[in-house]
């Protein structure tokens, strides 16, 4: 027997990354490839890439270059680049950097074993299609291996709102979302395997409408049918769009006891003027009522979302307004970005804010949300809160996990087991997670 060839994924961007990329390795075990976290060990490197912003597309190409000596040391070593970038760009990755062996886009990798198979032959490999066949079902799982209590659970993807400054109907492609048979018997093998918590992915998550009994389930649907699987304790989903969020849904936020407190619900801008450049179809004053509504189903609730501060023609008037939403909403989490020109998107061919005026900006916006953060963590402390623990901490005994509300708690000189999931005490807030005793 041939000693198993190693393979290195470097993932960048967002959970579905990460989702895809366990799927990829899966799918490169076919072809006798083994994971591996050292570069210089593997056969295969494959990035998975992010387009989402410039930064994160750029950081491809100087990643690329960085193996060069690598390559050439080594022959036989394959290059691959999957993900979004690879979407975009296709070809033209080969052209720029002549080091990469296959592109592979996010809707073809249940091909890389027949595009693996090409490279050996010494021949490149593309596929940038949107074939009919559901990548998914031909992702074969290897056989019962243990995982992590936490897993990703992909159940819909691509979108259909092109927001104005977005690439991800581009490079994702329209939605679809997978059916519900293949969602629950994926939920029931993760399970199995020991996974506790499922985080339901998707662009567009709660625009899930998947076949199943009846027709067509709604993500609130999807969610009661996983609530019922035994030795799955908690659901959470990401991301959303206000625009789908339906009542049965918020309704579920109050009455599914497995759905955990912690909604991501993206409102971007706090200005009806930038809301409708951004073709958001939703105002500030309809998310504010909307969230009004989801914290009435469920008080305690924790609230997260993303913003892009610096959109063409945004004023000061239309960032005060942002500001203001900030102030009302109070985030447990919010992530805040500097509009970043993605060519092919609308906004991209409009006249671009001073970059200056969109730093100070941003650094006004993340001073606001760091403030918040720190006081909805600070006031955890005194409270008991439950915490599924995922691996031990950095000291002797300690294990950390995450509270219902996605926190990440330690606690010392714990007697619990990784996949536990126990009632700790919180007794100190740090700056970015929680000390907790266990009760
Ligand atoms: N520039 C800056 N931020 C962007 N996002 C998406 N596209 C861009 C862009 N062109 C942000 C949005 C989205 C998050 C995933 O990334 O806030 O919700
Ligand atoms: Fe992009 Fe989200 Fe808007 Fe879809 S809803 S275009 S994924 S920002």
Request: aromatic letters at 6%; a negative charge; hydrophobic letters at 35%.
């Amino acid at each position: 027997m041939t000693a198993p060839k190693k393979l290195y994924v470097k993932t960048y961007g967002c959970q579905m990354n990460v989702y895809d990329s366990e799927r990829m390795a899966e799918a490169l075990g076919e072809q006798g490839y083994e994971p591996t976290n050292t570069l210089d060990d593997a056969d295969m490197i494959l990035l998975n890439t992010c387009h989402i912003r410039e930064k994160a597309a750029e950081k491809v190409y100087s990643e690329l270059g960085r193996f060069k000596g690598l390559k050439a040391a080594k022959p036989d070593l394959k290059l691959g680049v999957a993900g979004c970038v690879a979407q975009a760009e296709g070809a033209e990755i080969m052209r720029r950097q002549p080091l990469v062996d296959l592109v592979v886009g996010p809707q073809s990798y249940h091909r890389l074993p027949e595009m693996e198979t090409k490279t050996r032959q010494g021949e490149k490999a593309l596929d940038t299609d949107f074939p009919e066949e559901d990548k998914f079902e031909h992702l074969k799982s290897r056989p019962k291996a243990r995982r992590a209590p936490a897993a990703f659970l992909t159940v819909q993807e691509g979108c259909d709102k092109f927001c104005a400054f977005c690439v991800v109907p581009y490079t994702r492609g329209a939605e679809v979302s997978r059916p519900v048979d293949r969602i629950l018997t994926e939920a029931r093998d993760l399970v199995e395997r020991g996974v506790r918590e499922i985080t339901l992915l998707g662009q567009n998550v709660n625009a899930y409408h998947g076949m199943g009994e009846g027709g067509s389930w709604s993500l609130a649907k999807l969610i009661w049918a996983l609530n019922d699987i035994d030795g799955l304790e908690r659901i959470r989903f990401t991301t959303s769009h206000p625009n789908d969020m339906g009542d049965d849904l918020i309704e579920a936020h109050g009455t599914c006891e497995k759905l955990m407190p912690y909604l991501h619900l993206p409102v971007q801008s706090g200005s009806d003027h930038i809301l409708k450049r951004m073709n958001r179809k939703h105002t500030a004053e309809s998310y504010l009522r909307l969230i009004e509504r989801i914290r009435a189903a469920r008080p305690d609730i924790l609230l997260s979302g993303d913003f892009i501060v610096g959109f063409p023609e945004e004023s000061d008037a239309d960032f005060e307004a942002t500001m203001a939403l900030v102030e009302e909403v109070e985030y447990g989490y919010a992530y805040s970005f500097k509009y970043s020109k993605r060519p092919g998107t609308p906004a991209a061919e409009r006249p671009q804010v001073d970059p200056d005026v969109a730093d100070e900006r941003l650094q006004r916006l993340q001073a606001l949300i760091t403030r918040q953060q720190r006081k909805i963590q600070d006031e955890m402390v005194g409270r008991t809160v439950k915490v599924l623990f995922e691996k031990p901490g950095k000291y002797e005994g300690q294990m950390v996990g995450k509270s219902d509300y996605l926190h990440a708690v330690h606690v010392a000189d714990a007697q619990v087991s990784v996949g536990d999931i126990a009632p700790v005490r919180i007794i100190s807030s740090g700056s970015n997670s929680l000390a907790g005793e266990l009760i």
